[in-house]
């Protein structure tokens, strides 16, 4: 068994630090000192048999001993007598351990973050604990990150943008790199009816906390020539505000959904229709637009598993949603096409109907091949048309 060297001791003091518990101390959190460290030296045996090794390895021990002490014992043998061999080796103090692994001038940056926050923003002192390193290198920002904290405690869910708050040194890159550290300090010092418990994550940001938000947009074309919103004979390719879209009254009994730009530009005229580009397995922007509940609904995914995933969240939004082109004679008759699915959803879709059902459950199977795939964009267009003539 290798003998502890000072070197692996002070990897044992590196590991203290690295798992934030030094700093920690410094902000209230669990004293540690003094600290038994692990040490493994030599048995009964190698003292008699490798009594020069012993010598030497208690020598390094000794002679690099200036930020730990050593507990010694007495051992005596037949034929080397008594000697004293390390028993233990100690940690006294903070100052001690941070010498040891040359810490002491960071552990000084910490000290004043501490000191600073104390003054301005005490209740977040149990953050500073619990997250010393984060803070630490966050340590240039951090006078800046109180002035917000601050400036919320004072005008509670201002309903303004980020940027908009004025304080020297704040501007929108700030706010916007550091919204998962300022979400964890404004949870500690904000009051309960400050918050929007409901809003998570970093794209709940804004509303969690009472900021305006980037609005969310719908893009969608009129696909009948006689429905003009724009005065213009130009292609009717409008982007509208979700609050926008949501007050729209428009003349049309059916609407598309694809997730493909190409055959969102592409679609073919449709009388009374009008095709949305989709967004993936984001679809809270139509949610709110109570009108699109009176219109056939139809949706053209990928056939995957994916696919079908982003289908069966789009019915829980809007329950009458029809598939299009997501069939098997559809997937079969483009066998040639067929790519490779990276990471296939597995979850159970319980709004699927029987047919959708069954291809997904064939895909998740790999009945016909591995993770495989028929992209929208690879549909012949033709397939399109005849899907829209029998509909």
Known sequence: MKWTTPADLKAQAHKLWERGLLLASLAGGEPLFPRRLTLRGPDSKALSERFAEVREWIAQLAGAAGHYRIAWRSVDHRVLGTNEIPAEIWIDTLEDALGLIGKRRAAEQFAALVELTGERQPELLPWLAKRPLRALALAEEWPRLLAIVAWLREHPRPAVYPRQINL???HTKLLEGHRSVLAELLDLALPEEAIDATRTGIGGFCHRYGFLDKPSRVRFRMLDPNIRLLPTEADQDITLTQAAFTSLKLP???????????????????????????????????????????????????????????????????????????????????????????????????????????????????????????????????????????L
Do not use: C
């Open 252 to 390: 049309v009994s059916k609407v598309f959904i694809t997730e493909n730009e190409i055959n969102f530009l592409a679609f073919p005229d449709v009388p009374e229709a009008m095709v949305i580009f989709g967004a993936g397995y984001g679809f809270d922007n139509l949610a709110a637009a109570p009108w699109l509940h009176e219109k056939e609904i139809y949706y053209w995914g990928d056939i995957d598993t994916h696919g079908f995933a982003i289908l069966d969240q789009l019915r829980g939004l809007l329950p009458h949603t029809t598939s299009l082109l997501m069939d098997r004679r559809t997937l079969l008759e483009h066998r040639s096409l067929w790519g490779v699915e990276a990471q296939p959803a597995t979850g159970s879709l319980a709004r699927l109907n029987a047919e959708e059902a069954a291809l997904y459950a064939q895909l998740r199977q790999n009945h016909w091949g591995n993770r495989i795939r028929l992209e929208q964009e690879r549909i012949g267009f033709n397939f399109l048309l005849e899907a829209l003539i029998n």
């Open 168 to 170: 020297p040194g704040v």
